[in-house]
């Protein structure tokens, strides 16, 4: 690890992995719930991968958003908010990319057991994708959290679930 900074809901990493001798920034997020703050959130984001551009990025961590319906699962089904259209937009304008999620399709899980989501994900710029392009993000059974944990793979003999 070079350098690393803590800032308002995020921790930004700075390194080289040693194996591989690869530079890469790792921002972990923690987004905020009130929608005002997270549209902030996402444009200060925004504005710290844009000097990032053509680096092997990822943001990764808990965004406390969906993308779309199927990611959640609730008592109250019902229409998405906007906080799913500006998150889609911060990753399309950051040109970034989510993996399909493997184990599980959720992360978090409420204690009723009747609504759950997948808001903790690993988010890639294309050449963190180039350099290791056989990242999973894998999602394990979860023990006394209301999350599952969250694991980055790059293992070259992992395939993925089986079809």
Not at 57 to 72: K, L, P
Not at 116 to 124: G, V, Y
Not at 125 to 149: A, F, K, M
Request: overall charge negative; charged content about 25%; hydrophobic content about 35%.
């Amino acid at each position: 690890m070079w350098s690393s900074v803590s800032c308002d809901n995020m921790l930004i990493i700075h390194g080289c992995f040693l194996e591989s001798n690869e530079e890469f920034h790792l921002f972990n997020v923690y987004a905020p719930c009130d929608s005002r703050v997270k549209k902030c959130f996402w444009d200060s984001l925004s504005t710290r991968l844009d000097l990032l551009r053509g680096k092997k990025v990822c943001v990764c961590g808990e965004f406390n958003v969906v993308q779309c319906r199927e990611e959640r699962r609730s008592v109250t089904e019902g229409v998405l908010t906007s906080n799913s259209d500006s998150f889609n937009q911060f990753i399309e304008d950051n040109v970034l990319f989510n993996l399909p999620l493997c184990g599980r399709k959720f992360t978090w899980f409420k204690g009723d057991d009747k609504s759950m989501s997948w808001i903790d994900r690993f988010l890639f710029t294309e050449e963190w994708c180039l350099v290791w392009p056989n990242c999973l993000q894998i999602s394990y059974l979860r023990g006394l959290s209301d999350h599952c944990p969250l694991v980055l793979s790059d293992d070259e003999e992992n395939w993925g679930p089986r079809s």
